[in-house]
T-cell receptor
């Protein structure tokens, strides 16, 4: 069965510094991977996805993520954090036909990012 | 404006009183899904629908029902709510499951 782990409940970073939010996954076959962001009292918003191709994918608001197949990771990154980036971030994986979860998204528990001025 | 709407946004009810949370999307998406969000557990899928009259269980379907009679609507039904169904619920729609559009959420409290 597929699963997603976000090992950090919270990440704290100073404004202007680079940020990384970690995600590891477990799925049979080639994964489809996603990052979503949730601002306070809002629904989730799509940030970026990895389906195939270049391991570094770029998304909204200056975020990017690096797919690493050998480490089964898909870490979210941004070169220079903004206070407005403070939110809850979710990593998600779509199952493959092989794993039987092709029509489902499995979300991690979420990581709260706090960017301090 | 492309959007997913949910109603009500907030609901307090008592154990056993049937309720329905509505979800509607205006993007002609085939795929729709319901999730519940609980602290420390992230989002867990309750049910999903690949198209009209096609629904399937997610990871936590117990105590919930859904129907998909029209493409734009995907209501979530709690026939006999219990306190363990107190949660924040999100509806989402997608063209191809690669980018889901989420509604604003429904905060449900069952006493």
């Amino acid at each position: 069965a597929q699963s997603v782990a976000q090992p950090e409940d919270q990440v704290n970073v100073a404004e202007g510094n680079p940020l990384t939010v970690k995600c590891t996954y477990s799925v049979s076959g080639n994964p489809y991977l996603f990052w979503y962001v949730q601002y306070p009292n809002r629904g989730l918003q799509f940030l970026l996805k990895y389906i195939t191709g270049d391991n570094l994918v770029k998304g909204s608001y200056g975020f990017e993520a690096e797919f690493n197949k050998s480490q089964t990771s898909f870490h979210l990154k941004k070169p220079s954090a903004l206070v407005s980036d403070s939110a809850l971030y979710f990593c998600a994986v779509r199952g493959t036909l092989f794993s039987g979860g092709y029509n489902k998204l499995i979300f991690g528990a979420g990581t709260r990012l706090a960017v301090h001025p | 404006e492309a959007q997913v709407t949910q109603n009500p946004r907030y609901l307090i009810t008592v154990t056993g009183k049937k309720l329905t949370v509505t979800c509607s999307q205006n993007m002609n998406h085939e795929y729709m899904s319901w999730y519940r969000q609980d602290p420390g557990l992230g989002l867990r899928q309750i049910y999903y629908s690949m198209n009209v009259e096609v629904t399937d269980k997610g990871d936590v379907p117990e105590g919930y029902k859904v129907s998909r009679k029209e493409k734009r609507n995907f209501p979530l039904i709690l026939e006999s709510p219990s306190p363990n169904q107190t949660s924040l619920y999100f509806c989402a729609s997608s063209l191809d499951l690669h980018e889901q559009y989420f509604g604003p959420g429904t905060r449900l409290t069952v006493t």
